[in-house]
């Protein structure tokens, strides 16, 4: 089924790990995006990217990295993980000129 | 003060009602959102709104803009609406304008 597929859906990591969180999308959407949700906020935009090879930061981008090698595929790496970063992360598509977005599944993240 | 606000918070309905949730924001938009938010987390996206109004089975939009407001109106209200429906504004032109996201209403349509 086409849309926005998000790997792992749950995750626990000690403070310092790292890992990568993966989102990867079949409709040829140029922009993907990287939100996290936290209790009482709204969603938070992380980082994001307009095309392969092009990224560029969001509101909340420190201590989270992304690369966009191809159009399919846009990973989250969290370098050193914080119980700050204790959320629920989601990735999302749209076509360029902004039309609705996609979302994926979601990751429940706890850093202990 | 936020710059994407939504009322209510919380809202419980008797199913039939007619259902109105209210989105105020404080800057220039070219487009607004509304999704909704389902209890195991997925988040689906209802409509996108540049001016007047969108209708989607029970489900109608509206936006303002010379007031900044939009309202997501449901009618015939049903338990099966009961999620959290979200309003968030996309400041540029292009996906690549950034969208702030309100707080999200809590509905709870009972029967």
């Known amino acids: 089924n086409a849309g926005v597929t998000q790997t792992p859906k749950f995750q626990v990591l000690k403070t310092g790990q790292s890992m990568t969180l993966q989102c990867a999308q079949d409709m040829n959407h140029e922009y993907m995006s990287w939100y996290r949700q936290d209790p009482g906020m709204g969603l938070r935009l992380i980082h994001y990217?307009?095309?392969?090879?092009?990224?560029d930061q969001g509101e909340v981008p420190n201590g989270y990295n992304v690369s966009r090698s191809t159009t399919e595929d846009f990973p989250l790496r969290l370098l050193s993980a914080a119980p700050s970063q204790t959320s629920v992360y989601f990735c999302a598509s749209s076509s360029p000129w902004g039309g609705l977005y996609t979302f994926g599944s979601g990751t429940r993240l706890t850093v202990v | 003060k936020n710059e994407v606000e939504q009322s209510p918070q919380n809202l419980t309905a008797q199913e039939g009602e007619f259902i109105t949730i209210n989105c105020s924001y404080s800057?220039?938009?070219?487009?607004l959102h509304w999704l909704q938010q389902h209890p195991g987390g997925g988040i689906v996206s209802l409509f996108m709104?540049?001016?007047g109004k969108k209708k989607h089975g029970r489900l109608i939009a509206t936006i303002n803009i010379q007031e900044k407001h939009s309202s997501l109106h449901i009618t015939a209200s049903h338990p099966r609406d009961s999620v959290v429906y979200i309003c968030a504004v996309r400041s540029g032109e292009t996906s690549g304008s950034r969208l702030t996201f309100g707080e999200g209403t809590q509905l709870t349509v009972n029967p």
């Open positions: 709104l540049s001016s």
């Open positions: 990217s307009v095309g392969a090879g092009i990224t």
């Open positions: 800057v220039g938009i070219s487009a």
